[in-house]
C-alpha cells in the first residue's frame, strides 16, 4: 500500500482507506452496531395513526417491529412503502429481517451488504436475544472512523437556483427527496457523502465528479476520510460516473 501510494497508482488517501477496510477484519457486527438501547422499533400493537406519528418523528428508512420485546423481532418495515400506502396495518408490510451474530466479522457483514443488499441486520446473542441494529451506514461509519456525522451534527441543503443545491456531505437522502423531486436510490445509506463513497469505493478528492440519473452530484470539499460538501444539478442525462 506504501509502494502504491508513492508511485502514484492509488488515489490521495486510498491507502489509508483500504487500510480501515482491512481494519474491519478485527471488528465484530456488535462493534459497528448501534446498541438495542438506542435503536429505534416499534411494537406490533399500535395502530397505523400512531405508528404513522412515531416513523414522522424518528425519519428512519426502515424500522424493526417487534412483538412483546425487541428480543422477539418480527420484520423490518420499509418506511417509504408504508407510507406510500397505509391501507394495510403495518405488521403485513413486514420484510422478513435478517439476523447476525454479534461475533460476525464487520467485513464479512460489508461483504454481504454488498452481494445481498437488505439495508438492515438485527445482531443477536448467542442465546438469540437482540443486541442492537445494523445498517451499511454503521459499516460506512466504522470505515470512515466515525466521519460520518450522527445526530446533533449541522448540516444543510442550500438551494442555488438553476436546480442546483450545496449541500453537506452529512445531509440525509431522504431530505433531499424533497428539495429534488425524486428518491436517490441507495440501499442501507442515509447520507449524500455514504452514497458517494459507495458508488466511488474511495473518499474523492474535490472536484470528482459523479452521474447518475437525473443528477450531477460535484464533490466541492473533502477531507482524507470524509465528503464535506458537494454541489448537485439536477440534469437528464444518462448515467455516468468520472473518478
Known amino acids: 500500500l506504501q509502494i502504491g501510494e508513492e508511485e502514484g497508482t492509488l488515489y490521495e488517501g486510498e491507502a489509508e482507506m483500504i487500510q480501515e477496510i482491512i481494519k474491519l477484519g478485527d471488528r465484530t457486527a456488535k462493534?459497528?452496531?448501534?446498541?438495542?438501547?438506542?435503536?429505534?422499533m416499534l411494537p406490533d400493537d399500535l395502530t397505523n395513526e400512531e405508528a404513522i406519528a412515531r416513523l414522522k418523528d424518528k425519519r428512519h428508512r426502515r424500522v424493526p417491529v417487534y412483538?412483546?420485546?425487541?428480543?422477539?423481532?418480527?420484520?423490518?418495515?420499509?418506511?417509504?412503502?408504508?407510507?406510500?400506502?397505509?391501507?394495510?396495518?403495518?405488521?403485513e408490510k413486514l420484510i422478513a429481517p435478517s439476523f447476525i451474530p454479534e461475533t460476525m466479522r464487520a467485513l464479512e457483514l460489508l461483504k454481504l451488504f454488498l452481494t445481498h443488499p437488505q439495508g438492515m441486520g438485527v445482531v443477536i446473542?448467542?442465546?438469540?436475544?437482540?443486541?442492537?441494529?445494523?445498517?451499511?451506514?454503521?459499516?460506512?461509519?466504522?470505515?470512515?472512523?466515525?466521519?460520518?456525522?450522527?445526530?446533533?451534527?449541522?448540516?444543510?441543503?442550500?438551494?442555488?437556483?438553476n436546480g442546483k443545491f450545496l449541500v453537506s456531505g452529512n445531509a440525509r437522502l431522504d431530505d433531499l427527496t424533497e428539495h429534488l423531486g425524486f428518491q436517490i436510490d441507495a440501499e442501507g445509506i442515509d447520507t449524500i457523502g455514504g452514497f458517494v463513497f459507495t458508488r466511488l469505493g474511495h473518499v474523492p478528492s474535490s472536484g470528482t465528479k459523479l452521474k447518475i440519473p437525473g443528477l450531477a452530484i460535484t464533490v466541492r470539499r473533502a477531507a482524507r476520510k470524509r465528503i464535506e460538501e458537494v454541489?448537485?444539478?439536477?440534469?437528464?442525462n444518462a448515467f455516468e460516473e468520472v473518478a
Open 31 to 40: 462493534d459497528c452496531m448501534t446498541p438495542r438501547v438506542d435503536s429505534f
Open 67 to 91: 412483538a412483546d420485546t425487541p428480543d422477539q423481532i418480527l420484520g423490518i418495515i420499509d418506511v417509504k412503502l408504508f407510507l406510500l400506502d397505509p391501507s394495510e396495518h403495518y405488521t
Open 125 to 161: 446473542d448467542e442465546f438469540g436475544g437482540t443486541e442492537g441494529i445494523i445498517t451499511m451506514d454503521d459499516i460506512v461509519d466504522e470505515i470512515l472512523s466515525g466521519t460520518v456525522p450522527r445526530d446533533g451534527s449541522v448540516f444543510y441543503i442550500e438551494p442555488l437556483g
Open 231 to 236: 454541489v448537485l444539478e439536477r440534469t437528464t
